[in-house]
C-alpha cells in the first residue's frame, strides 16, 4: 500500500496520543492537517507561527520518533504556516519552515566525592555550597552538524569533529585543535561537536567555555583561595571544549593550571577539543609544554569557503527560514562576499529583511544594494604579493631581490618589513608568509616581527619606513 501524507500522519497521530495527556492532544495535534508527503519530507500545515513555535519547544522529539518510526531514520518534517495577508489581499498566504528536529541541552548532575573536613565543592558557574553539582553545559543547541554545511574548506575538520562525537576520548585526535580566521565556523563546529556527543552519550558530562571566561575563574579561585577546588571540578568533566585557546597567551598562571586539568583528562580518557585563531607553531607566549600537548592530536584548519560551498550555505538559510529567492540573486551574492561566513549570512539575512521590513521584492538591484554596503564595511584584503610590492617600490628594489638569499642590510630590513607587515595584514600562517617571501621558514619570519618591534622602539628613520608603508597598505 502506498504511503500518502494522510495515512503516514495518522499513524503520528495514534503514536503521539498515547504518549501524551488528552487535553494537550486536543489543543496542539487536532488542528494540524498532514499537505504533502515527498522525497521522505512530510509537510504539516498549523494555524500560526505561534503553533509552530510551540510544537518546536514542547513536542519535537515526540514528532521526530512518531516519524521516524514511520519514515525511517532519513524523515524531515516541514511545517507550512497559513499567514493572514495585509496587503489588502484578503487571501491568505503561507509561510514554510523546516522543523529543527533540536532540543536544548538539559542540565547535567554529577555526583562529587565528598571528603569529611571540607564537603563543598566550588563550582566556577554557581554560588559554592552544594553537594550535588549541575552542570550546565553551556552549548547551543541551534549549531548542529545539520547546519554546519561541509565542503572543500573544512572537511578534515567536520569529518575529524564527526568522529570525535562517535567516540568521545576513544579516537587519535585527541586533544581536537580547530584553528582559522574570523568567522569561519570554529565555534559553531565546537559546540556542533558537544551538542552530538550530549545527544549520542547522554550520561557524559560535556561543558563548553571561552578561554576568557576561564581565566576570569581562575583568577577568581586564586582570590577566595579555591585553586585546588577549581582544579578539581574540572577534572570532572567528560568532554572539556575550550574556545579561542589562543587568548591564554602570556596568562602563566593559567596555562599553570589548564596544563594539570588537560593532563588529568588526557591520561583518563576524557576528550578535549580546542579552538584558535591560530596554528599552534603561530601562537606566541604560550608555554611550550602546552603547545607540544596541542599537537598530540589533530590540528584541524578552516579555510575561507568556496564558491560552490557558499552557494550551499546560502540556500541552508534561505530553505530554513523558509525563504524563496531566484538562483541569480544567490549566485551574486556568493559571488561577491568571499572573506568568511559570518559575513555571507550578515549580507542574506539582510537581504531577506530589507525585502520583508520594506515589502520591496528581492531583485537583483537590491542585491546589489545590500552587498555593495555590506562590502564596503569588509575590510579590504592585502595580499602578500601585494604587501611585497608596496615594500619594494618604497626602497626601490624589485620583488626577486626582495626575495633573494642576499644579506645586504637595506634588504634584510626591507624583507623583515614585508614579513612584518604580512602578518599584520592578513590571516596566512607564519609558515605560508614565508614560504610566499623567498621561502624562509616560519621561524625566520617570528624573528623578522620581533626585530621590526625592537627597531621601531630605538631607531627614529626605521619608525619613519614603518609609518610610510602602513600609510600606504591603510589606503
Known sequence: MTKTAQSVWENCLAFIKDNIQEQAYKTWFEPIRAVELADNSLYIQV??????????????????????????NGAKLLYKIKMENTYGNKQPFTEQLP?????????????????????????????????????????????????????????????????????????????????????????????????????????????????????QQYI???????????????????????????????????QDVFFHIFNHLHQNGKQVILTSDKAPVDMQDIE??????????????????????????LKNILYRDGVDMPEEIVEYVAKNIKSNVRELEGAIISLIAQ?????????????????????????????????????SDYFQLDIDTLQSKT????????????????????KASLANIGSQIGDRDHATVLHACKTVDNLVSTDKQFRKFVDDINKKLSI
Open 220 to 254: 577568581d579561585s586564586v582570590k577566595r583561595n579555591t585553586r585546588n577546588d577549581f582544579i578539581h571540578f574540572y577534572q570532572l568533566i567528560d568532554v572539556l571544549i575550550i574556545d579561542d585557546v589562543q587568548f591564554l597567551s602570556g596568562k602563566t598562571g593559567t
Open 288 to 313: 611550550q609544554r602546552l603547545l607540544s600537548r596541542f599537537k598530540w592530536g589533530l590540528s584541524a584548519e578552516l579555510h575561507q569557503p568556496d564558491y560552490e560551498t557558499r552557494i550551499s550555505i
Open 99 to 215: 522543523s529543527a528536529n533540536r532540543i536544548p541541552v538539559k542540565p547535567q548532575e554529577v555526583d562529587v566525592p565528598l571528603q569529611n573536613k571540607n564537603p563543598e565543592l566550588k563550582n566556577p558557574f554557581v554560588i559554592p555550597g552544594i553537594r550535588n553539582v549541575k552542570i550546565e553545559s553551556q552549548l547551543n543547541s541551534n549549531y548542529s552538524f545539520d547546519n554546519f554545511l561541509e565542503g572543500d574548506s573544512n572537511r578534515l575538520a567536520r569529518s575529524a569533529g564527526m568522529a570525535v562525537a562517535n567516540k568521545p576520548g576513544g579516537t587519535s585526535f585527541n586533544p581536537l585543535l580547530i584553528f582559522g580566521g574570523v568567522g569561519l565556523g570554529k565555534t559553531h563546529l565546537a559546540h556542533a561537536i558537544g551538542v552530538e556527543i550530549k545527544e549520542k552519550f547522554p550520561e557524559k558530562t560535556v561543558l563548553y567555555i571561552s578561554a576568557e571566561i576561564f581565566t
Open 47 to 72: 494555524p500560526s507561527k505561534f503553533f509552530y513555535e510551540w510544537l518546536e519547544e514542547h513536542y519535537v522529539k515526540l514528532l521526530k520518533v512518531a516519524l521516524t518510526k514511520e519514515l525511517g
Open 407 to 426: 644579506r645586504k642590510r637595506h634588504v634584510v630590513q626591507a624583507r623583515q618589513l614585508a614579513m612584518f607587515f604580512a602578518k599584520k595584514f592578513t
Open 355 to 391: 525585502s520583508s521590513f520594506n515589502k520591496r521584492e528581492v531583485t537583483i538591484d537590491l542585491a546589489k544594494q545590500v552587498v555593495e554596503k555590506f562590502v564596503k564595511n569588509v575590510k579590504r584584503e592585502i595580499s602578500i604579493d601585494y604587501i611585497q610590492k608596496v615594500v
